[in-house]
């Protein structure tokens, strides 16, 4: 009895934290598309626009593992208010600047590197509170929560900051999402935090801060099943960080900028649809299934994509494919959150994510290079493909993206098939120990 009350009350903060980090997530939101259109209107240069997501990610994921392992060794609650707190002082110093008629792209770039920098603490600080507040049972459910936050800023902040722009200007839009942080803020303060039980893993890897940082990785590489997961992820990632990219241009060259919105607004809601189902259901019994199962429909949806181009196939498609996205990241958050020791969750969430992330900067970087200079010619008229495949799928402007669709469709249907066969990934759940969560242990104020 006294445990349920605890794990009762450990949820009740896990659900005040994530609105918390709900309210901020939509003020971030309203700041990246406000800042984009700012940079593209002074600028009209689609590579310094491009630019602004590099230093958004890229810090990030370098800083991970000395983050990760700071995480470990901080209160995971201080962690986030950290986090939040730098992040909302780089976006208050943009607002200032931009007052003052003083803001330049550099400027930019510099402070969303520095913001990326303190966002390096937050992943793994929410991921390790999580599963300290959050029964076993219910890690799923709780996934599919935070992605609801997700889902929430990416189909509700361009529609309302394109709306604002017009009311508050740009400044007013990045002191709104300077208020949405200190809301988060005040969230954390006023919620517990249990530390973490100290195990065998945890002290295992004291040391130096570099050694800490490190450790991250020799825990993973010690677990062949969570290798063969973080394979599996860094090689979808890179499909899908191919997809993101070319998707604009596959829609645009048969159809317009109106309809291309509608279909990645049906994008949006097939993505808060997966959240909700995620957040209901909690994935199934057996969590590798759901991560194989959804990556199934992931890449069927992509295969069916690259066909003849009709804009309900493609809003279909990407209803099914964003769908998915939200029941394999959470099953997958659920079995890296109860395999790992509580203690190290910090670290080794942080060299998860770098490794998991790192096929995307590559991803961005080849897919207009291989669109243009490879698969387009390909299928243009007379192309070396229009009388075999181009008789199927067509040939022309955007034919030879379909047909990179279809390869990635086949990319990801070829590695769910592999991680089948692996049977370290397979039986991961079975072979790994269950670490207890959400226990009563000592609580941080």
Same mark, same amino acid.
């Given at each position: ?43 009209? &240069? ?6 602004? &997501? ?9 800083? !991970? ?25 780089? #976006? ?23 913001? !990326? ?12 509170? #999580? ?12 996934? @599919? ?5 997700? +889902? ?9 900051? @394109? ?27 006023? !919620? ?82 997966? &959240? ?5 259901? @909690?994935?199934?019994? /057996? ?44 099953? &997958? ?30 991803? *961005? ?53 592999? +991680? ?5 990934? /397979? ?7 269950? *670490? ?10």
């Amino acid at each position: 009895m006294v445990m349920k009350i605890v794990a009762a009350r450990g949820f009740r903060a896990f659900l005040l934290i994530w609105f918390g980090q709900l309210i901020s997530l939509m003020g971030s939101g309203l700041t990246g598309f406000a800042l984009g259109v700012w940079v593209y209107q002074r600028t009209g &240069s689609v590579t310094q626009f491009a630019l602004i &997501s590099l230093f958004t990610a890229l810090p990030g994921i370098v800083f !991970s593992p000395i983050a990760g392992a700071l995480v470990d060794r901080w209160d995971r609650r201080q962690a986030m208010i950290l986090s939040d707190l730098g992040a909302g002082l780089c #976006t208050l110093s943009m607002a200032l600047l931009l007052l003052a008629g003083r803001l330049e792209v550099w400027h930019i770039y510099l402070a969303m590197a520095i913001s !990326s920098t303190f966002s390096a603490f937050q992943w793994p600080a929410y991921s390790a509170a #999580t599963t300290l507040l959050v029964p076993q049972e219910h890690l799923g459910r709780a996934s @599919g929560l935070v992605q609801i936050g997700e +889902a929430a800023a990416q189909i509700l902040s361009p529609t309302l900051a @394109g709306v604002l722009i017009g009311i508050i200007r740009v400044h007013g839009i990045m002191l709104v999402d300077f208020a949405t942080l200190l809301f988060a803020v005040l969230t954390l303060l006023v !919620s517990r935090v249990p530390r973490p039980a100290r195990t065998a893993e945890g002290k295992a890897g004291e040391g130096s801060l570099l050694r800490e940082a490190i450790y991250g990785w020799e825990y993973i590489r010690a677990r062949p099943g969570l290798i063969g997961l973080l394979l599996f992820f860094a090689m979808t990632n890179f499909a899908t960080g191919i997809v993101q990219v070319l998707f604009t241009p596959l829609v645009l060259s048969f159809a317009t900028a109106a309809v291309l919105g509608l279909i990645m607004s049906t994008g949006g809601l097939g993505f808060l649809a997966g &959240s909700l189902t995620m957040s209901v259901w @909690g994935g199934p019994k /057996r969590r590798i299934y759901g991560i194989l199962a959804a990556n199934l429909l992931m890449g069927a949806a992509l295969f069916i994509a690259g066909f003849p181009p009709r804009a309900w196939i493609l809003a279909a498609g990407a209803f099914l494919f964003f769908f998915s996205m939200p029941i394999t990241n959470g099953c &997958s958050q659920a079995i890296w959150q109860s395999k790992t020791a509580p203690d190290v969750q910090g670290r080794v969430f942080a060299v998860r994510r770098m490794i998991a992330w790192s096929s995307l900067p590559l991803a *961005y970087l080849i897919a207009g290079p291989l669109a243009d200079h490879v698969f387009e010619p390909l299928l243009a008229e007379g192309g070396p493909l229009a009388n075999t495949v181009g008789q199927i799928i067509g040939v022309g402007t955007g034919r030879g993206i379909g047909f990179l669709y279809i390869v990635l469709g086949c990319v990801i249907l070829m590695a769910v098939l592999a +991680a089948f066969l692996y049977p370290r990934l /397979r039986q991961v759940e079975l072979e790994l120990p269950n *670490y207890v969560t959400a226990e009563p242990a000592s609580a941080a104020k």
